[in-house]
């Protein structure tokens, strides 16, 4: 396992830690979150339930013996629990790497709190490095790509081995590179009423209330103003 690594899996298991027992929770996608989710499993702490924000993570749940409810049958959660790709000083986020970001909103918009847990190379001055994640509907691709042109961002379908990438909704993605996103609140409204766009991976609406922040020195904790 290697430095950054070990830093996820400290955080993760931290965040056991710091979660009640009999939490309502959400639980988010990405290869921290799979840290959480086997740390969780080890400690043995019960929940009230989990909602799970990828097929990916529901399939890890149920694996170690979780019942992952379906959202709609779930009227709120105590806390979200999920990774990020960069993280602000007032708690937004680029999020939607693994691309999960549209059900990580969903499940996060359902939650109380927002605990993100990231190593400390999430942790940047202004978000905008790390490529924004963008969920489209097939058809509107390239007049969203357009779009972001008219920004300055420079719109990339993404594929693996010339197939496109398809989401757990079924629809695509666009990653943006060139963007410096010092308004994450505005940008995320903005792109949030272009027609075709499902989600943006700016999450602002829903920021996190806290973070733990995984390093090789330990784990420090950071609470976001309201
Ligand atoms: C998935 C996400 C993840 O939280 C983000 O990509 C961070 O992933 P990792 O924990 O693997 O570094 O947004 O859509």
Same mark, same amino acid.
């Given at each position: 396992?290697?430095?950054?690594?070990?830093?996820?899996?400290?955080?993760?298991?931290?965040?056991?830690?710091?979660?009640?027992?009999?939490?309502?929770?959400?639980?988010?996608?990405?290869?921290?979150?799979?840290?959480?989710?086997?740390?969780?499993?080890?400690?043995?702490?019960?929940?009230?339930?989990?909602?799970?924000?990828?097929?990916?993570?529901?399939?890890?749940?149920?694996?170690?013996?979780?019942?992952?409810?379906?959202?709609?049958?779930?009227?709120?959660?105590?806390?979200?629990? $999920?990774?990020? $790709?960069?993280?602000?000083?007032?708690?937004?986020?680029?999020?939607?790497?693994?691309?999960?970001?549209?059900?990580?909103?969903?499940?996060?918009?359902?939650?109380?709190?927002?605990?993100?847990?990231?190593?400390?190379?999430?942790?940047?001055?202004?978000?905008?490095?790390?490529?924004?994640?963008?969920?489209?509907?097939?058809?509107?691709?390239?007049?969203?790509?357009?779009?972001?042109?008219?920004?300055?961002?420079?719109?990339?379908?993404?594929?693996?081995?010339?197939?496109?990438?398809?989401?757990?909704?079924?629809?695509?993605?666009?990653?943006?590179?060139?963007?410096?996103?010092?308004?994450?609140?505005?940008?995320?409204?903005?792109?949030?009423?272009?027609?075709?766009?499902?989600?943006?991976?700016?999450?602002?609406?829903?920021?996190?209330?806290?973070?733990?922040?995984?390093?090789?020195?330990?784990?420090?904790?950071?609470?976001?103003?309201?």
């Amino acid at each position: 396992m290697n430095e950054q690594d070990l830093a996820k899996q400290r955080v993760a298991q931290a965040a056991v830690q710091r979660l009640p027992a009999h939490t309502r929770l959400g639980v988010g996608t990405g290869s921290t979150v799979n840290h959480f989710i086997d740390a969780l499993a080890a400690s043995g702490k019960p929940l009230a339930c989990a909602v799970s924000s990828s097929e990916a993570s529901s399939q890890r749940l149920r694996a170690l013996g979780y019942a992952v409810h379906d959202a709609n049958d779930v009227p709120a959660l105590d806390w979200y629990v $999920d990774g990020a $790709d960069e993280i602000d000083a007032s708690g937004c986020m680029i999020k939607g790497g693994g691309a999960a970001l549209t059900r990580e909103k969903i499940v996060a918009a359902m939650a109380e709190r927002f605990l993100c847990v990231v190593d400390e190379s999430k942790c940047v001055a202004t978000l905008g490095a790390f490529a924004l994640p963008v969920e489209v509907i097939p058809m509107a691709r390239e007049a969203i790509v357009r779009r972001f042109a008219q920004l300055g961002g420079r719109a990339v379908w993404r594929q693996v081995n010339g197939q496109a990438v398809v989401t757990d909704n079924g629809q695509h993605l666009l990653d943006v590179h060139g963007l410096r996103i010092d308004q994450p609140l505005a940008l995320e409204r903005a792109v949030n009423d272009w027609p075709g766009v499902v989600a943006v991976g700016v999450f602002a609406l829903q920021r996190a209330h806290v973070a733990l922040v995984g390093s090789a020195q330990g784990v420090r904790e950071v609470a976001f103003a309201a």
